[in-house]
T-cell receptor, first 116, second 113 residues
Framework: GAVVSQHPSRVICKSGTSVKIECRSL??????MFWYRQFPKQSLMLMAT?????????EQGVEKDKFLINHASLTLSTLTVTSAHPEDSSFYIC????????????FGSGTRLTVV | GNSVTQMEGPVTLSEEAFLTINCTYT??????LFWYVQYPGEGLQLLLK?????DKGSNKGFEATYRKETTSFHLEKGSVQVSDSAVYFC????????????FGKGTRLSVIA
């Protein structure tokens, strides 16, 4: 149990286009999900906290107009990278914490975004 | 604020060697502590966790003990295998509500046969 599914696993897009990444909790409800970004050989950087039915909370320095987060249901959060540029190329990972396993965080398998 | 400091890698060991990856933390309240492992091109997998002082987390031969007096959560394994080659992240979560994990910078481990 406590599986988070993230899609797509890899995506290549052209500069100026938008890309949507989905994060689904398959067997639990997630009122909160977290979006991280990971640069090569570096740690995970928290981008934002996604809250079901309300606005996401962005970390300092993260452009909310570029990284649009929508958490419309208790099992789905989406991250849309708008007007993507090569510097947006990165590994994006989502995470959620099932309430039934207190303190346990589950991660999606990540999305490798390459902007050409 | 909360923070995690872990030893920098890369760490290269021979098969069957003893592994220690140091991790210390700064936090208010009573955080929970975690070790995650990331294999190449994949997401993060929970390796082990501890939720209170003196708890020992263990899994797949790896162990870590929550030491409040030294604010540490060092990862150990008595005999590493080539398949243990990965990046290991120490992390903590706050003691309240839906707070995100705070990660250390990660330590890359390479085990050679």
């Amino acid at each position: 149990g406590a599986v988070v599914s993230q899609h797509p696993s890899r995506v290549i897009c052209k500069s100026g286009t938008s890309v949507k990444i989905e994060c689904r909790s398959l067997d639990f409800q997630a009122t909160t999900m977290f979006w991280y970004r990971q640069f090569p050989k570096q740690s995970l950087m928290l981008m934002a906290t996604s809250n079901e039915g309300s606005k996401a909370t962005y970390e300092q320095g993260v452009e909310k107009d570029k990284f649009l987060i929508n958490h419309a249901s208790l099992t789905l959060s989406t991250l849309t990278v708008t007007s993507a540029h090569p510097e947006d190329s990165s590994f994006y990972i989502c995470s959620a914490r099932p309430q039934t396993t207190f303190y346990g965080y589950t991660f999606g398998s990540g999305t490798r975004l390459t902007v050409v | 604020g909360n923070s995690v400091t872990q030893m920098e890698g890369p760490v290269t060991l021979s098969e069957e060697a003893f592994l220690t990856i140091n991790c210390t933390y700064t936090a208010t309240g009573y955080p929970s502590l975690f070790w995650y492992v990331q294999y190449p091109g994949e997401g993060l997998q929970l390796l082990l966790k501890a939720t209170k002082a003196d708890d020992k987390g263990s899994n797949k031969g790896f162990e870590a003990t929550y030491r409040k007096e030294t604010t540490s959560f060092h990862l150990e394994k008595g005999s590493v295998q080539v398949s243990d080659s990965a990046v290991y992240f120490c992390a903590l979560s706050g003691s309240s509500g839906n707070t995100p994990l705070v990660f250390g910078k990660g330590t890359r481990l390479s085990v050679i046969a």
